[in-house]
């Protein structure tokens, strides 16, 4: 089954939602990571919210970026997705494990919730947009719809999986955002609460053969008519040795003077796909030029 997500509005405009399969994504940061089965189910929901949030920016030069610090044991989780809904992402400890609570993977242990989740909207102009709330609950979810509602006064529905199986592989990953529009009615909003009291795991949904249109056909069951279109999701790093270059060069002629005299070269791995690019002398020395 391909990744992808789902762009939807309601008939009548009043509610619009994004429901996402996100299995292959999600297994690929965790073979690139390393992640830890728990990890993998903190940053896979991460790096799922984040490809949704994506579909919503307007143009092709925006991206968006999730932040996530809740002081617990896994450290940060970051997050970054273009308009085309390509995500990267990398948490601070991926191999961080904690028992399971109650059966179940431990994300909130993880992730901590004595913190924040900020929101950074790059709108390809000189400053970006932030927003930031503390943490409800250190599950992603939970801690999104609470961003929703207070930064952005959105009514939203969240929820997000990841099913990890017996060999530490993602079985299914996924996601849903439903969001409540100015024209919504009460006869909307009590739907989205009959809606989310019958809805199971979204892995449930995935693991057992359901695609994104499914979700959102269980999201969207109680209205007369949607429309909906389709975008393909992956994760996928931009970093190049262009950028790495220019990366050095903006510390400045001392501080590569400096690097050229004690190392000689240097070398710097990308945070979000783990590949290393060394720069010679003498092409640190052209940086100074």
């Known amino acids: 089954m391909n990744d992808c997500i789902l762009r939807a509005l309601t008939g009548d405009g ?10 292959n994504m999600v297994e690929q940061a965790r073979t690139t990571h390393f992640l830890s089965p728990t990890m993998t189910a903190a940053l896979g929901r991460t790096l799922t919210a984040c490809a949704m949030m994506g579909c919503m920016l307007k143009n092709d030069d925006e991206s968006i970026s999730i932040q996530i610090d809740g002081h617990g044991p896994g450290g940060r989780i970051i997050t970054l997705s273009d308009s085309s809904a390509n995500v ?48 409800v609950s250190g599950e992603i979810g939970d801690d999104l719809a609470q961003y929703f509602a ?22 299914a990953a996924g996601g849903l955002i439903v969001q409540v529009l100015p024209n919504a009615t009460d006869e909307h909003i009590t739907a989205l609460e009959n809606m989310i009291a019958q809805l199971p795991p979204i892995t449930t949904i995935i693991s057992g053969g359901g695609t994104a249109e499914d979700i959102l056909a269980r999201a969207f069951a109680s209205f007369d008519s949607y429309t909906f279109e389709t ?32 190392q000689g070269s240097a070398e710097l791995t990308c945070h979000f796909c783990n590949t290393k690019y060394t720069l010679s002398k003498d092409e640190l020395e052209e940086l100074i030029g």
């Open 14 to 23: 009043a509610v619009r939602a994004f429901s996402a399969v996100t299995t």
């Open 88 to 135: 990267k992402g990398y948490a601070d400890n991926p191999a961080c494990e904690l028992p399971l609570k109650n059966g179940k993977l431990d994300v909130g242990g993880a992730v901590g919730k004595d913190g924040f989740l900020g929101i950074v909207r790059d709108y390809g102009m000189k400053e970006c947009y932030t927003g930031k709330v503390e943490l």
């Open 150 to 171: 207070q930064s952005e006064q959105v009514p939203s529905v969240v929820a997000l999986g990841v099913l990890v199986d017996t060999d530490c592989s993602v079985k």
């Open 231 to 262: 975008l393909e999701t992956k994760y996928k790093c931009d970093c190049s040795r262009d950028r790495i270059k220019r990366a050095v060069a903006s510390l400045g002629k001392k501080e590569i003077t400096d690097i050229i005299n004690t």
